[in-house]
Every structure is written in structure tokens, then in C-alpha cells.
């Protein structure tokens, strides 16, 4: 079993950065893929990132390929996502989530994080 706790996020203005983090305690973290989402008010959670256990496999949304970047530290037992050149539409609650194996849809996923708030202004 693994537990996910997102930190990170805030209030910036459109073309600025942020690093969103994912620390997970459970032994096995380094077995799982792991994966971004993001839920904007009054619509569905979108996939964003994803990577595979070994970090071998990656895989993003189009809307943000070229601005966000999927990585993990298995000893550290963490994943992060660098958010760069951010837009308005970029707002969204972002969580993490871990599964068995790597995919894009939510409910592949089988833990998940309480989430953290991005709010991009324009």
C-alpha cells in the first residue's frame, strides 16, 4: 500500500514556474508507475503525466508536452513535476496517484494523493 501527500502549489501569474512534489511512504513505492492528474472546478480529472516504475516510460497530455516535466526519485521516495511557462487553464487541483502499471486514465490508478492548488492568473 502506499500513501501520497501532494505539496507545492499557489497562486502564480501566467509564464511562471512551479515544482510540484509527491512524497509516498509504503515500502514498495519504487514498484509503481506513477501519475499526475488534474480536476478544474466543474470538469472531469484529466490526465496530465505519467512515468513507469523505472522512469523508462513517460508519457503527458498534448496540452502541456514542451511546458511540464514527469520525475521521481525512488530512494527518496517522491515524484515531481516541473511546471513551466504555466497558463490560466493550467488551474486546477493536481494529485498524484500510483498504480500498478503506467496508464492515462484515472481510474487505473489505485492510490491517490488529497491534491494541491494551482491557480494560474492571467
Known amino acids: 500500500q502506499v500513501q501520497l501527500v501532494e505539496s507545492g502549489g499557489g497562486l502564480v501569474q501566467t509564464g511562471d514556474s512551479l515544482r510540484l512534489s509527491c512524497a509516498a511512504s509504503?515500502?514498495?513505492?519504487?514498484?509503481?508507475?506513477m501519475g499526475w492528474f488534474r480536476q478544474a472546478p466543474g470538469k472531469e480529472r484529466e490526465f496530465v503525466a505519467a512515468?513507469?516504475?523505472?522512469?523508462?516510460?513517460?508519457d503527458y497530455a498534448d496540452s502541456v508536452k514542451g511546458r511540464f516535466t514527469i520525475s521521481r526519485d525512488n530512494a527518496k521516495k517522491a515524484l515531481y513535476l516541473q511546471m513551466n511557462s504555466l497558463k490560466p487553464e493550467d488551474t486546477a487541483v493536481y494529485y498524484c496517484?500510483?498504480?500498478?502499471?503506467?496508464?492515462?486514465?484515472?481510474?487505473?490508478?489505485?492510490?491517490w494523493g488529497q491534491g494541491t492548488q494551482v491557480t494560474v492568473s492571467s
Open positions: 496517484a500510483a498504480s500498478s502499471r503506467i496508464g492515462v486514465r484515472f481510474y487505473e490508478y489505485e492510490y
Open positions: 509504503g515500502r514498495t513505492f519504487s514498484s509503481y508507475a
Open positions: 512515468l513507469s516504475w523505472t522512469g523508462g516510460i513517460i
